[in-house]
């Protein structure tokens, strides 16, 4: 009987070892079955760019980011029509943050350049960035309210604090704004009294008082339920009507993206 228990374990112990390599192997291989090389991975990535009838507000020319050894970004080529609603697609970890911060000169490329109407915003002086930096608008992903603000001095802070405009000037737009995103007679109320859906349309408001030629929104859709999603991206598409720019939305919902998108990049 002992026998017989040492030689069921020894088989055991073979079938696992039989198992383990198989367990090993890489998920994604060419046909010889070895690991694809860095061209064969990108061998569908032709680099052609369609013609959208636009000029490019924002340009991204072989724009290479790593972090540490983990490579975000391995040689984007992407082009944002101007008067336009753009959208970037992609699954989580696959750079479209990444995208935003270089877009406004949060970060830098390691390689290539990035440019918005023209102009290398890696190359630029600090108060010419500091000047693009006034083109964009950004509504974030959780609307980022000053907590300690009602709804109508977080859409006025913008103004506050880049421009001279006086008081009565400031009301003017910021209640236009506040309606125009239907948050009209909510002036008032603090964030904490707010859905989730009231604080991305008050970051919107927030996003469009200094009249940017470029917005940027990251993941609007976040944390709402599908009523709240399709109404705001109603929204989106009514105040781009209205305003026009190049307009840049960042998300992995493709139902968002066919309802707005009239551009699409997908990473």
């Known amino acids: 009987m002992k026998g017989d228990g040492v030689a069921e374990e020894n088989e055991r112990t073979e079938e696992q070892g039989q198992r383990e390599p198989s367990e090993e192997q890489p998920t994604q291989v060419v046909d010889d079955g070895r690991p694809p090389t860095d061209a064969e991975e990108y061998q569908w ?12 507000a924002i340009e991204f020319i072989d724009v290479k980011k790593s972090f540490g050894r983990n490579t975000i970004l391995n040689g984007l080529n992407l082009g944002l029509p101007d008067d336009m609603i753009s959208m970037i697609l992609g699954p989580s970890g696959t750079g479209k943050s990444v995208c935003i911060k270089h877009m406004v000169g949060l970060l830098y490329p390691d390689e290539g350049d990035v ?43 913008p103004l506050r604090q880049h421009t001279d405009k006086g008081e009565d000037e400031i009301a003017e737009i910021c209640n236009r704004r506040l ?38 929104f990251d993941e609007p859709d976040s944390g709402l339920d599908p009523v709240r999603t399709a109404l705001l991206c109603e929204l989106i598409k009514e105040i781009h009507d209205e305003n026009g720019g190049c307009y840049v939305v960042i998300t992995h919902d493709i139902m968002s993206a066919r309802r707005v998108a009239e551009y699409i990049a997908i990473l």
Not at 185 to 207: C, H, Q, T, Y
């Open 45 to 56: 990535h032709t680099g052609q760019r369609r013609d959208h009838g636009s000029n490019d």
């Open 115 to 157: 440019l918005v109407h023209g102009e290398s915003v890696p190359n630029m002086a600090d108060d010419d960035l500091f000047a693009m930096r006034k083109k964009f608008g950004v509504l974030f992903q959780d609307g980022a309210l000053f907590g300690s603000m009602n709804l109508y001095d977080n859409v006025a802070f």
């Open 179 to 216: 309606k125009e995103v239907g948050l009209g007679g909510a002036g008032d109320k603090m964030p904490n009294e707010l859905s989730g859906g009231m604080r991305k349309r008050a970051g919107f408001a927030r996003a469009l008082v200094l009249d940017p030629q470029i917005v940027l």
